[in-house]
């Protein structure tokens, strides 16, 4: 068996955090980090170096395209995939085209997570 893919999971909000930690867990990811932040991202991302990052869009001081932005210039093979709301069609864009792999809209749908982050993973 090949190991698990590795997910660091950010979001502003520690309930969907949890709720997505779990959800991860059980389709056979490993989660191994958190961050609640832009700034723990980029920090979780340089010590765990995941597979996959999930990041939300929307958080408080550094947002989701600051971040995607931080974590691509420390590794441009970064594989971050983008979790929006509803509406967000333009930063979605934004986020492709700065490199984001991929991206999904809340409220997250378990199946489709799954199956996104496992393309994206490879
Ligand atoms: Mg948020």
Same mark, same amino acid.
């Given at each position: 068996?090949?190991?698990?893919?590795?997910?660091?999971?950010? #979001?502003?909000?520690?309930?969907?955090?949890?709720?997505?930690?779990?959800?991860?867990?059980? /389709?056979?990811?490993?989660?191994? /980090?958190?961050?609640?932040?832009?700034?723990?991202?980029?920090?979780?991302?340089?010590?765990?170096?995941?597979?996959?990052?999930?990041?939300?869009?929307?958080?408080?001081?550094?947002?989701?395209?600051?971040?995607?932005?931080?974590?691509?210039?420390?590794?441009?093979? =970064?594989?971050?995939?983008?979790?929006?709301?509803?509406?967000?069609?333009?930063?979605?864009?934004?986020?492709?085209?700065?490199? =984001? =792999?991929?991206?999904?809209?809340?409220?997250? #749908?378990?199946? /489709?997570?799954?199956?996104?982050?496992?393309?994206?993973?490879?």
């Amino acid at each position: 068996m090949t190991a698990r893919p590795t997910v660091l999971l950010c #979001d502003d909000s520690r309930a969907l955090r949890m709720l997505t930690a779990r959800q991860l867990s059980e /389709a056979g990811f490993e989660v191994v /980090a958190e961050a609640g932040n832009g700034a723990e991202a980029v920090e979780g991302y340089r010590e765990h170096r995941p597979t996959v990052v999930l990041l939300d869009l929307v958080m408080p001081q550094m947002d989701g395209k600051q971040t995607l932005q931080a974590l691509l210039e420390y590794d441009a093979d =970064a594989r971050v995939v983008i979790l929006s709301s509803l509406g967000a069609k333009k930063d979605i864009e934004d986020c492709l085209r700065m490199g =984001a =792999a991929s991206y999904l809209q809340k409220p997250i #749908d378990p199946e /489709a997570m799954v199956r996104v982050l496992r393309g994206v993973a490879g």
